[in-house]
């Protein structure tokens, strides 16, 4: 909580503010809509940057977006947008040769087409632009969201039944309650007084999208390298480049500095050791960009009349594309949790009411959280008895059925209490 400042302009009053406009702070905006009972400029979303559409080149992240995720964005009116853009996987390989290894021959094998019961596989890669650029249209045409961007949330003071929220530029707003999704380095979070784990991998991820000389046929590849997990992610071709990809390259800091100064063919050459030659000959399309890994796990996701989603509650490692995901599924947990309380009659800000999608999701977002943690520990480790015993461990996936489905599902997103938004066939 900050001071407020003197005489603020009062702007008019919502019923929740949402701060932050990423992905899953515009999925929340849309999932809410409904609560303000129809009225405009309930639901407030304040960005501290424009919303505008993101260009080419901009942020060059692609999503695996789970079978959960697609659900609520087709009832969002997102999915059908962006269809066209997303490519599904239809197998993904998980190989642990070394480096400099000719054949990066799969440990372990998933085939992910038509894995759910509505026949939806797994997963799709989609271009974060798409993805971003669909929801902030579909926000903007939306009359019951009043978009406030640029203007950053600079403080806040909780009375009983409502909160004062300090906008930079705008004024003061009251609300019933903030949703804080600003991000893995939340102001929000700490101006709340909300604490986090943090673990700095000492890693950072390249990114790049790439063309490739063979037809990729949907295969999505994961190579546990020494110094961490390269992946290689199908997109849809363009009328450029017929087989595109997607790379997500984990590098130590300093090993990634330097791969990125090195740009051209020897950037080139670094990347087509570790892809394989299975997809031919690679050429770098777009990028490279990085970004730092590290894990954030806030150790309460709420606060009166505050509450956390996306990487705001919690920042997991890239390796297996959850972390938009588990955000994704915070959006329907918390608006099913909010929405039923408004129904019954309850003040949604009340902490009572956000401890129970705070109990919904911490098991979760925690045992994922760890998983990726253990994962990337594991499988960025050469010692002889540890490698031995994760080979044995992937054999065993690998032919145990029960086990691979089950992993398949959670690839799915659907493993856990799913919210009604990401179930198959509800509305
Ligand atoms: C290399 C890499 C690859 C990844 N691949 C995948 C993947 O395949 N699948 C997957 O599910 N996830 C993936 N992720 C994770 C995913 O990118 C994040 O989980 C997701 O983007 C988080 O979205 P968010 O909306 O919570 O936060 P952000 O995208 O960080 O958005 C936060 C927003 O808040 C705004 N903001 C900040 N402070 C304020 C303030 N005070 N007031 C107002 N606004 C504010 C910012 O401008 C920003 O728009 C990957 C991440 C990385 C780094």
Redesign the pocket.
């Known amino acids: 909580m900050t001071r407020p400042r003197r005489n603020p302009k009062k702007i008019p009053a919502c019923e929740i503010l949402i ?7 515009l999925a929340q905006a849309l999932a809410l809509a409904d609560l303000g009972d129809g009225d405009q400029g309930k639901i407030v979303l ?4 424009p919303l505008t559409p993101k260009s080419k080149t901009q942020d060059l ?4 977006i789970t079978a959960a995720s697609r659900r609520m964005l087709t009832r969002l009116g997102v999915w059908e947008k962006i269809a066209k853009h997303a490519q599904p996987v239809s197998k993904m390989l998980i190989s642990d040769s070394p480096l400099h290894s000719v054949a990066r021959p799969p440990l372990l094998e998933f085939p992910t087409l038509e894995t759910s019961k509505d026949g939806l596989e797994a997963a799709s890669i989609i271009e974060n632009r798409y993805l971003v650029q669909a929801l902030t249209a579909q926000v903007k045409k939306d009359a019951r969201i009043r978009v406030i961007a640029p203007d ?2 600079t403080g806040f003071e909780t009375g009983p039944g409502s909160i004062t929220v300090q906008l930079e530029r705008t004024g003061e707003i009251d609300a019933r309650l903030i949703i804080a ?4 380095r939340s ?2 979070r700490r101006m709340a007084g909300i604490k986090t784990m943090d673990w700095d991998y000492g890693q950072s ?1 390249i ?1 790049a999208t790439i063309g490739l000389g063979r037809p990729h046929k949907g295969r999505a590849i994961q190579h546990f390298l020494p110094a961490g997990p390269f992946a290689m992610l199908p997109l849809v071709g363009d009328k450029d480049d017929a087989h595109r990809g997607s790379l ?1 390259w984990s590098e130590k800091a300093d090993e990634a500095q330097r791969l990125l100064a090195l740009g051209g063919q020897e950037f080139l050459d670094a990347l087509q050791l570790r892809l394989g030659l299975q997809f031919g000959g690679a050429r770098l399309l777009a990028g490279p960009q990085s ?1 730092p ?1 590290g894990m954030t796990l806030a150790r309460g996701f709420t606060a009166p009349r505050v509450v956390l989603i ?3 509650a919690h ?1 997991v490692h ?1 390796l297996a ?5 588990l ?1 994704f599924k915070d959006v329907a947990a918390l608006s099913e949790t909010l929405i039923e309380a408004h129904r019954l009659g309850e003040d949604y800000g009340n902490l009572l009411v956000l401890e129970r999608y705070q109990s919904w999701r911490r098991f979760d977002v925690v045992t994922n959280a760890l998983a990726m943690d253990g994962m990337n520990r594991v499988f960025s480790n050469e010692l002889p008895g540890i490698k031995q015993l994760r080979d044995v461990g992937l054999a065993l996936v690998d032919r145990v059925l029960p086990l691979k489905s089950l992993m398949t599902r959670e690839a799915a997103g659907e493993t856990g209490r799913v919210p009604a938004l990401m179930r198959v066939g509800e509305a």
């Open positions: 701060a932050g406009g990423g992905l899953v702070g304040v960005d501290r940057a992240r692609a999503f695996a950053r949330v999704a600003d991000g893995a102001g929000i991820g990114v997500v970004f890994l996306g990487d705001a920042k890239p594309g959850q972390g938009a995901n955000g």
